[in-house]
């Protein structure tokens, strides 16, 4: 029986062997699977069938944002007083200055107005003057200030701004535009103030001193006034405001 069992063990280790070898074989790389031909063949065994197999193909978020103009625009008032952001206007350049002039209007979207009798509108028609933006008095548009120029100088300064028509102001061209303005800005000094210390007290330079002028007053307080000659000056030169703050800024 031994003898019948010896060649039956060696014909197992020796499998065993070759099992081993195989296995060592396929984990060294050389006789690795390629994935890519065994992808399909997974796929059709795994694959039911063509039941089932869907392609979700995502919708277009769809556009919730508020238009920015519509900050502006009142709803459900007359298209007539809408703000001129809200409307847009077949306007003509070729009218005559001055002129009353009627235009075609159609209201921006998302902008809801009603007519004389209460009805939704799209379709108006505008009554304006026929002129520029940059043509509107001065009360028609509002303009950047400037606390860098001197508004006391001579001549006068100027100094380029950048005006916004108001918004139920209607006319031609650009509503933004550069314009040259005097300078007309004020730090808070009073004139009334100024005059009364240039009386009072000018002699020791407290008018000076007051608008902002140090080596004037330091000038005014050692020399007591000039003998009064200074102080008689200054009440003058400041009584006809020739005489300002040091800042260049306007009385108050």
Not at 155 to 163: E, G, M, S
Request: proline share 6%; hydrophobic share 35%; glycine share 8%.
């Amino acid at each position: 029986m031994e003898a019948a069992a010896e060649p039956l063990r060696s014909v197992r280790l020796l499998s065993r062997v070759l099992l081993f070898l195989s296995q060592c074989y396929v984990l060294s790389g050389d006789g690795s699977l390629n994935l890519e031909h065994s992808q399909p063949l997974a796929q059709a065994v795994k694959d039911p069938g063509p039941t089932g197999i869907f392609t979700v193909v995502p919708r277009a978020a769809e556009s919730t944002e508020i238009p920015p103009y519509m900050m502006k625009c009142p709803s459900n008032g007359l298209c007539s007083r809408l703000p001129a952001d809200c409307i847009d206007c077949a306007t003509n350049f070729s009218c005559t200055y001055g002129k009353p002039v009627t235009f075609d209007c159609t209201v921006r979207p998302s902008v809801t107005c009603i007519d004389q009798d209460l009805k939704p509108q799209r379709n108006f028609i505008i009554n304006m003057t026929c002129r520029f933006c940059w043509q509107l008095p001065e009360t028609d548009y509002e303009c950047t200030n400037s606390t860098s120029c001197m508004t006391v100088a001579c001549p006068r300064q100027r100094y380029l701004a950048n005006c916004t028509v108001r918004d139920h102001i209607h006319c031609l061209g650009n509503r933004t535009f550069p314009k040259l303005l005097y300078c007309n800005w004020t730090g808070g000094y009073k004139w009334s103030t100024a005059l009364a210390l240039s009386i009072t007290l000018g002699g020791f330079g407290a008018d000076r001193f007051y608008l902002g002028q140090w080596r004037e007053g330091l000038g005014k307080l050692f020399s007591f006034g000039g003998l009064g000659i200074w102080t008689l000056i200054d009440v003058l030169l400041i009584g006809v405001g020739y005489v300002g703050p040091a800042d260049g800024s306007l009385y108050i």
